[in-house]
């Protein structure tokens, strides 16, 4: 299935992972550690009490320093802020209805995030990004052969939201912890590209 339909027909849990996952790969450009979002990602595992997690949340907004609203002149760099708005977005009730939503954004947004931050040219998105980001979700995951045109962070970062919400609809609550592990090697992934832009920069 394509990642628009695996969005489509996720559920709570598996919309609230996907949404998460998306931002913990992001979590380098928000300043924050690999522990950062691990409250939350403990919230949706078995026994987590979905009561609690609009008060984690705000907890994490508070470490991170990230506002309800994230405006443009908040932050010059096009990548940051986009992450940012992700975790300001983040619904504060865990319901199916709200985490589609917060999925589905944070699907593009990191699309987007690792297409800005890819130092190859993403020739099929140069143009008219958001066009084809939509085409992107809509196509299945690539496979061992990248798609022409789509730059290589952007192939992988599709590839680990289709992982994530595979696991989640396969295993439910069980598939957490792979569902980590993926996020995991895509933040490792971020955070290297994070470090040598900064350098570059510097």
């Known amino acids: 299935m394509s990642l628009v339909e695996l969005i489509a027909q996720a559920d709570e849990r598996g919309l609230a992972a996907s949404g998460l996952a998306c931002l913990d790969r992001c979590v380098p450009l928000l300043g924050g550690d690999d522990e950062a979002l691990r409250p939350l990602w403990a919230n949706l595992a078995s026994g987590g009490d979905p009561a609690e997690w609009g008060e984690l949340l705000e907890q994490v907004r508070g470490k991170l320093g990230v506002a309800e609203v994230v405006d443009d002149t908040d932050i010059e760099d096009e990548a940051a802020l986009l992450a940012r708005r992700m975790l300001a977005a983040a619904p504060a009730v865990r319901s199916a209805a709200e ?14 995030i690792h297409r800005l931050l890819d130092p190859a040219e993403d020739t099929a998105s140069a143009e008219a ?3 084809a980001l939509d085409s992107v979700r809509e196509s299945g995951a690539p496979g061992a052969s990248r798609p022409v ?11 680990r939201q289709v992982s994530v919400l595979e696991l989640l609809a396969g295993h439910g609550a069980g598939g957490l912890r792979r569902a ?6 895509g933040r490792r992934v971020l955070r290297a590209v994070v470090s040598r832009r900064a350098r570059t920069r510097g």
Do not use: H
């Open 149 to 159: 045109g789509m730059s290589p962070l952007v192939a992988a970062e599709l590839r």
């Open 180 to 185: 980590l592990e993926v996020s995991t090697e």
């Open 99 to 112: 985490a589609r939503i917060w999925a589905d954004a944070c699907s593009v947004a990191s699309l987007q």
């Open 129 to 131: 990004p958001t066009e």
